[in-house]
Structure formats: structure tokens, C-alpha cells
């Protein structure tokens, strides 16, 4: 990265700091040569990243409950601790998905009210029904992108809400009894979880696609 580029990112991170705010945010990077199109797909392409980390960090946490359930001897307190941890982690990764969601949703809604307006600019018919044309087709795309990112959205508030249960009994109740319980949730978990993962899974591809396609 070279002088100009690391000074107009920290000139850039410094605005955003003290505005605080997320359309000024896209505001300026388009001022810094940024186009919203070039956000948007910037913004799906960093979705997408952070479900593939959070799809990996369910499946991680499921499998720490499983080790947990099929316990044979040893320190009960650590393997709770462990459980603990994962459960974190899954917590912080969704809230990051979400996040990014909100932020993709953000700079589609800037990005389709600029071109609908500027549509008014042409002087040229067909070019108008043209870039009209161009502009449905991409608000489209974008519509089953979004779907699928809110539709594996929506399962991971429950998934939680489940690890949680887990997490709070356990830590009250670290002795065998309590661990060979576990053995009656997880079938249900796994087939929760399976289910998120499908749809994170169809969700990832349906923004690979979307990346492929605003590139081309």
C-alpha cells in the first residue's frame, strides 16, 4: 500500500470516527474513488466471509457439546470452560454476520435510490430504458441475495438461544447427571444446526454468484 493510499484510509477511518455515521461513510468512500456498486460488492464479499467463519463456528461448538456429553472422567469445570468458549465465539460471529447484513443492506438501499433518481437525467430514451432495465436486474439479484442472507440469519438467533440453555445449566450443574442430558437435546441441536448450515451454505453461493455477476 503506498503513502497516499495509507493516508487517505486514515483519513477516511478518522471521518467515520468522529461522524459516526454510515451513509456519510458511503458518501465519502465514493468521494475517495470507491463507486457504491464497488461497495455493495465489497460489502457481500465480507458477508459472505464472516458466515463461512460463523458456519464453521457452530459446527465447532456442536461438536465441543458432543465431546462434553460423551464424557468419561476428568475435570468437569474445564470441559465446561471450553464449552463456554466456543459458545462465545459462535455468539460474537453471528452478531458479525448480522452487522455485516445491515451494512450490505445499507449501501443497496443508496446504491438502487441513486440510479432510480439519475434515470431522470437521460435525454436518450433508450438509454434510459437501458440503464432502467440494468437497474431492475441488479435489484432483483440482489433481492435473492439478501433473502438468503436474512432467511440464515433468522436460524442462528434460535441455535444460540439453544447452545445458551446448555451453557447456563451446565454451569450450575457440572456432575454426571447433568452431562448425560445433554444426550437428549443434541439430536434436536444437530438438526437445527444442519439446517442453519444448509442455509448459510445456499446463502454463501447465492453471493458468490452475485459477486461473479456485478464483475462481469
Not at 133 to 146: F, M, P, S
Not at 167 to 192: P, Q
Not at 206 to 216: Q, R
Request: negative net charge; contains cysteine.
Amino acid at each position: 500500500m503506498n503513502n497516499t493510499r495509507i493516508f487517505q484510509t486514515l483519513v477516511l477511518a478518522g471521518f467515520l470516527l468522529i461522524t459516526g455515521c454510515a451513509s456519510t461513510g458511503i458518501a465519502v468512500r465514493e468521494k475517495m474513488g470507491t463507486p457504491k456498486r464497488e461497495q455493495l460488492v465489497d460489502r457481500v464479499d465480507e458477508t459472505r466471509d464472516a458466515q463461512e467463519s460463523a458456519k464453521e463456528q457452530f459446527a465447532s461448538t456442536l461438536d465441543e457439546l458432543k465431546a462434553l456429553s460423551g464424557y468419561d472422567g476428568g475435570e468437569l469445570e474445564s470441559a465446561y470452560t471450553r464449552l463456554k468458549k466456543q459458545y462465545d465465539r459462535a455468539e460474537s460471529r453471528a452478531g458479525k454476520v448480522s452487522g455485516k447484513i445491515k451494512s450490505v443492506d445499507r449501501v443497496a438501499r443508496s446504491l438502487f435510490a441513486e440510479w432510480e433518481k439519475e434515470l431522470e437525467e437521460y435525454s436518450t430514451d433508450s438509454l434510459r430504458r437501458a440503464s432502467q432495465k440494468q437497474l431492475d436486474e441488479t435489484r432483483d439479484r440482489y433481492g435473492d441475495v439478501i433473502v438468503a442472507m436474512r432467511r440464515a440469519e433468522s436460524k442462528m438467533g434460535p441455535v444460540l438461544a439453544a447452545f445458551n440453555d446448555q451453557v447456563l445449566f451446565l454451569k450450575h450443574n457440572l456432575n454426571a447427571r447433568a452431562i448425560a442430558s445433554l444426550g437428549g437435546t443434541l439430536v434436536e441441536l444437530e438438526t437445527e444446526i444442519a439446517s442453519l448450515i444448509a442455509d448459510m451454505e445456499a446463502s454463501i453461493d447465492e453471493a458468490n454468484a452475485f459477486i461473479d455477476e456485478m464483475g462481469s
